[in-house]
Nanobody, 123 residues
Framework: QLQLVESGGGLVQAGASLRLSCAAS????????MGWFRQAPGKEREFVAG????????YYGDFVKGRFTISKENTKNMAYLQLSGLKPEDTAVYFC????????????????WGQGTQITVSS
């Protein structure tokens, strides 16, 4: 079982960069695929980025267009989402999620979710 805690959100201006962190407590973190999702007010949750348990590739939502980078550091039980070139439409609550032996894809069924961290991008 994992518990996930996100941090690193905040209020930024358009064009800024942020790094979100996802701290995982529990065993066998190296066996979990990780995903980042976001949900804006009045909108459905959408897939942002994912990385498989084996760390060999990454996946991104179409809207990312090279602006974000997901990474996973097994020795520290941490996952990260580096965001750059933020736009007002990136304003949302960002969640990290974990799936046991997951492939890190948006359509996967993730087993554990964090509480989310708010990003607000002003124009």
């Amino acid at each position: 079982q994992l518990q996930l805690v996100e941090s690193g959100g905040g209020l930024v201006q358009a064009g800024a960069s942020l790094r979100l962190s996802c701290a995982a407590s529990g065993k066998w973190f190296e066996n979990y695929g990780m995903g980042w999702f976001r949900q804006a007010p009045g909108k459905e949750r959408e897939f942002v980025a994912g990385i498989p348990w084996h760390n060999s590739t990454t996946y991104y939502g179409d809207f990312v267009k090279g602006r974000f980078t997901i990474s996973k550091e097994n020795t520290k039980n941490m996952a990260y989402l580096q965001l750059s070139g933020l736009k007002p439409e990136d304003t949302a609550v960002y969640f990290c999620a974990a799936e046991y032996y997951g492939q890190g894809r948006g359509g996967d069924e993730y087993d554990y979710w964090g509480q989310g961290t708010q990003i607000t991008v002003s124009s």
